[in-house]
Protein backbone atom coordinates (compact mmCIF):
# COMPACT_ATOMS: atom_id res chain seq x y z
CA UNK A 1 0.00 0.00 0.00
CA UNK A 2 1.31 3.60 -0.58
CA UNK A 3 0.84 6.38 0.86
CA UNK A 4 0.00 9.84 -0.75
CA UNK A 5 0.65 13.70 0.57
CA UNK A 6 -0.10 16.38 -1.32
CA UNK A 7 0.96 19.76 -2.25
CA UNK A 8 0.98 22.60 -3.86
CA UNK A 9 -2.24 24.55 -4.86
CA UNK A 10 -3.71 28.04 -4.01
CA UNK A 11 -5.31 30.99 -5.31
CA UNK A 12 -4.77 32.06 -8.57
CA UNK A 13 -6.04 34.41 -11.37
CA UNK A 14 -7.67 33.13 -14.64
CA UNK A 15 -5.15 31.86 -16.95
CA UNK A 16 -3.05 31.44 -14.51
CA UNK A 17 -0.86 27.96 -14.15
CA UNK A 18 -0.49 25.97 -10.74
CA UNK A 19 1.26 23.02 -10.27
CA UNK A 20 0.21 20.17 -7.77
CA UNK A 21 2.14 17.47 -5.94
CA UNK A 22 1.79 14.33 -4.73
CA UNK A 23 4.66 12.53 -2.61
CA UNK A 24 3.76 8.62 -2.36
CA UNK A 25 5.60 6.43 0.66
CA UNK A 26 6.19 2.67 0.53
CA UNK A 27 8.22 1.03 -1.60
CA UNK A 28 5.95 -0.03 -5.10
CA UNK A 29 5.05 2.70 -6.05
CA UNK A 30 5.68 1.51 -9.68
CA UNK A 31 3.38 -0.93 -9.40
CA UNK A 32 0.18 1.89 -9.31
CA UNK A 33 -1.13 4.18 -12.14
CA UNK A 34 -1.51 7.42 -10.68
CA UNK A 35 -4.45 9.65 -11.15
CA UNK A 36 -6.12 13.08 -10.30
CA UNK A 37 -9.25 14.04 -9.66
CA UNK A 38 -11.29 16.74 -8.43
CA UNK A 39 -14.29 17.44 -6.12
CA UNK A 40 -16.39 21.11 -6.44
CA UNK A 41 -18.98 22.18 -3.63
CA UNK A 42 -21.84 20.33 -3.90
CA UNK A 43 -20.46 18.53 -7.17
CA UNK A 44 -19.45 14.84 -7.30
CA UNK A 45 -15.80 14.00 -7.53
CA UNK A 46 -14.46 13.71 -10.99
CA UNK A 47 -12.16 12.58 -12.91
CA UNK A 48 -9.28 14.94 -14.14
CA UNK A 49 -6.38 13.05 -15.39
CA UNK A 50 -4.51 9.31 -15.06
CA UNK A 51 -0.78 8.13 -15.56
CA UNK A 52 -0.04 4.40 -15.95
CA UNK A 53 2.70 2.78 -13.74
CA UNK A 54 5.49 3.49 -16.59
CA UNK A 55 4.39 6.61 -17.24
CA UNK A 56 4.14 6.07 -20.95
CA UNK A 57 0.33 6.28 -21.06
CA UNK A 58 -2.38 8.62 -20.20
CA UNK A 59 -5.34 9.97 -20.19
CA UNK A 60 -7.65 13.48 -19.07
CA UNK A 61 -10.85 14.41 -19.08
CA UNK A 62 -11.84 16.36 -21.92
CA UNK A 63 -12.36 19.45 -19.84
CA UNK A 64 -8.68 19.71 -19.46
CA UNK A 65 -7.00 18.56 -22.20
CA UNK A 66 -4.62 20.97 -23.89
CA UNK A 67 -4.33 22.85 -20.36
CA UNK A 68 -3.08 20.15 -17.47
CA UNK A 69 -0.13 17.27 -18.01
CA UNK A 70 0.15 15.02 -15.36
CA UNK A 71 3.47 13.01 -15.04
CA UNK A 72 5.32 10.95 -12.53
CA UNK A 73 8.84 9.95 -11.66
CA UNK A 74 9.21 6.43 -10.33
CA UNK A 75 12.55 6.76 -8.65
CA UNK A 76 11.82 10.13 -6.74
CA UNK A 77 7.99 8.49 -6.27
CA UNK A 78 6.18 11.72 -6.88
CA UNK A 79 3.30 12.80 -9.06
CA UNK A 80 2.55 15.90 -10.61
CA UNK A 81 -0.46 18.06 -12.15
CA UNK A 82 0.84 20.98 -14.15
CA UNK A 83 -2.48 23.32 -15.03
CA UNK A 84 -1.90 25.63 -17.07
CA UNK A 85 -4.73 28.42 -18.77
CA UNK A 86 -6.95 27.68 -15.67
CA UNK A 87 -10.48 29.00 -15.39
CA UNK A 88 -12.53 29.53 -12.88
CA UNK A 89 -14.47 26.18 -13.25
CA UNK A 90 -11.54 24.30 -12.45
CA UNK A 91 -11.94 25.71 -8.68
CA UNK A 92 -11.97 22.47 -6.84
CA UNK A 93 -10.36 20.34 -3.90
CA UNK A 94 -7.79 17.92 -5.94
CA UNK A 95 -7.06 14.22 -4.98
CA UNK A 96 -4.55 12.66 -5.80
CA UNK A 97 -5.29 8.74 -5.99
CA UNK A 98 -3.35 5.25 -6.75
CA UNK A 99 -4.58 2.03 -8.64
CA UNK A 100 -2.30 -0.71 -8.16
CA UNK A 101 -2.27 -1.87 -11.89
CA UNK A 102 0.27 -2.36 -14.62
CA UNK A 103 -2.14 -1.55 -16.98
CA UNK A 104 -1.92 0.92 -19.79
CA UNK A 105 -4.21 3.73 -20.00
CA UNK A 106 -6.76 4.30 -22.24
CA UNK A 107 -9.57 6.01 -20.87
CA UNK A 108 -11.14 7.75 -17.19
CA UNK A 109 -10.61 5.43 -14.74
CA UNK A 110 -13.68 5.60 -11.82
CA UNK A 111 -13.03 6.93 -8.38
CA UNK A 112 -14.00 3.58 -6.48
CA UNK A 113 -11.09 1.99 -8.38
CA UNK A 114 -8.14 3.74 -6.86
CA UNK A 115 -6.78 1.88 -3.56
CA UNK A 116 -5.17 5.27 -2.10
CA UNK A 117 -5.81 8.98 -1.64
CA UNK A 118 -4.25 11.97 -0.75
CA UNK A 119 -5.82 14.24 1.34
CA UNK A 120 -6.54 17.07 -0.70
CA UNK A 121 -5.54 20.63 -1.52
CA UNK A 122 -7.67 23.25 -2.45
CA UNK A 123 -7.47 25.15 -5.96
CA UNK A 124 -9.03 28.51 -6.36
CA UNK A 125 -8.95 30.30 -9.93
CA UNK A 126 -10.52 33.88 -9.32
CA UNK A 127 -11.46 36.40 -12.80
Known amino acids: QVQLVQSGGGLVQAGGSLRLSCAAS????????MGWFRQAPGKEREFVAA????????YYADSVKGRFTISRDNVQKWVSLQMNSLKNEDTAVYFC????????????????????WGQGTQVTVSS
Open 97 to 116: AAKQTLARIAAAIPAYEFNA
Open 26 to 33: GRTFSNYA
Open 51 to 58: ISWSGTTS
